[in-house]
């Protein structure tokens, strides 16, 4: 029996995050409920909770769930071929899946979509995000049903895992034998490094801060051959070095905020090679950038947003196989109502502690 409404903690402000009871609506044919067993925490959260991308508010944060079908019209569970009781992996994009962008296979392009976690509460029924305990499931949603037999805070993890097979593999187009540079080793760096592994990348290598130490060595164990501290070494010499002065077939930027990797990644990618860059900078401008490089290298440069199905399924597969131990970078469990702690922790403005996956709990409080 369902209740008649959700707990979920509302997005007021900027750093404002509110408890609110939100009904539950009815749903159509075509819909669902979900309950939210975890909701992974990204750095996106963080940028949206200090209201650096400008998104509206009030809303319920939160585009990374998974959880239980509670409900489900006979239409949706005829599409999405689940049924109450199962256990789906929600992508974040909302698509029309009819425009000619969408039916040329880029449907997280699409010019009318829309992000959950993003969506307003004054657009009903209000639950958009998954910083909640039950979920809407719009009738254009994409779910993938994953195995109840996981451990939910691994499970959740199709998410991060998904953007690493989307941005260090898929578009780049990594082959065996690739040299491939890695910069910023938060948990979208770690599954990138796993992606560009199980590509069968020769070389990975992998840039971060002297406070990444303890991601570095994780980056080591899953498969990283080098590790480069940027505040205490020369990176783009390093990677001259470690590439024998040719540069990386693949340079992928991941890092938050900082603009320097933007440019390094231009010394560090050999001729005729790939930059991607899916790291937001929050709208700044990069100083001294020169684009005679990107000329006289013949480099291709793009931009990555989010994950679309491909990803998400390599994800899936892989958590499922059990064959690498993702394990070792989930490092937190947060309660509902504890997601401010849970968007600092993971910007480390908490002393003495740092996540790098974590996820929130609903129903622990």
């Known amino acids: 029996m ?17 408890k609110m009871d939100i009904p539950l609506p ?15 925490i990204c750095g996106s959260d963080y940028e949206q909770f200090e209201d650096v991308l400008g998104m509206p508010m009030p809303v319920v944060p939160g585009h990374e769930p998974l959880g239980i079908i509670e409900k489900i019209g006979d239409r949706a569970a005829k599409r999405w071929k689940v049924d109450v009781g199962d256990r789906v992996a929600v992508e974040t994009m909302i698509a029309c899946h009819c425009c000619n962008t969408c039916l040329s296979g880029r449907y997280h392009l ?32 994409i779910v993938h049903k994953m195995s109840k037999a996981l451990k939910p805070e691994i499970a959740v993890m199709f998410n991060p895992l998904g953007a690493g097979f989307r941005w260090a593999v898929e578009i780049p187009r990594t082959k065996p034998g690739d040299t491939v540079v890695i910069m910023g080793p938060g948990q979208r ?5 796993i992606a560009a592994r199980r590509a069968g990348a020769k070389k990975i290598i992998v840039t971060g801060l002297a406070a990444d130490a303890k991601k570095m060595e994780i980056a080591r ?8 501290d940027v505040e205490n070494e020369d990176a783009r010499k390093r990677v001259a070095e470690l590439t024998d002065g040719v540069g990386a077939e693949v340079v992928v ?31 700044k401008p990069i100083p001294d ?23 998400y399924r390599s994800a899936i597969d892989l958590i499922e196989s059990g064959s690498v131990p993702v394990e070792k970078m989930h490092t937190h469990d947060f309660d509902l109502v504890d997601a401010e702690l849970a968007i600092k922790t993971l910007a480390r403005q908490v002393p003495g502690d740092e996540s790098i996956h974590s996820c929130l709990v609903p129903g622990r409080h």
């Open 221 to 228: 164990q899953f498969g990283a051959d080098h590790c480069i």
């Open 253 to 283: 930027d991941v890092s938050s905020y900082s603009t320097r990797p933007v440019l390094d990644s231009l010394y560090f990618v050999r001729p005729g090679g790939t930059v991607v860059l899916a790291g937001v900078k929050g709208f």
């Open 2 to 18: 369902l209740p008649k409404s959700s707990l979920a903690m509302v997005l007021t402000a900027k750093r404002r995050l509110q």
């Open 189 to 193: 760096g770690l599954s990138s490094v």
């Open 289 to 311: 950038f020169v684009s005679d490089h990107i000329v006289m290298k013949e480099i291709t440069v793009k931009g990555a947003i989010g994950v679309t199905s491909s990803g």
């Open 110 to 141: 699409c010019g009318d979509r829309r992000i959950y976690s993003y969506i307003p509460l004054s657009d009903a029924p209000g639950l958009w995000g998954a910083y909640s305990e039950y979920m809407y499931l719009h009738p254009n949603a």
């Open 26 to 40: 009815d749903i159509d044919e075509d819909s669902a409920i979900l309950r939210v067993e975890v909701c992974g």
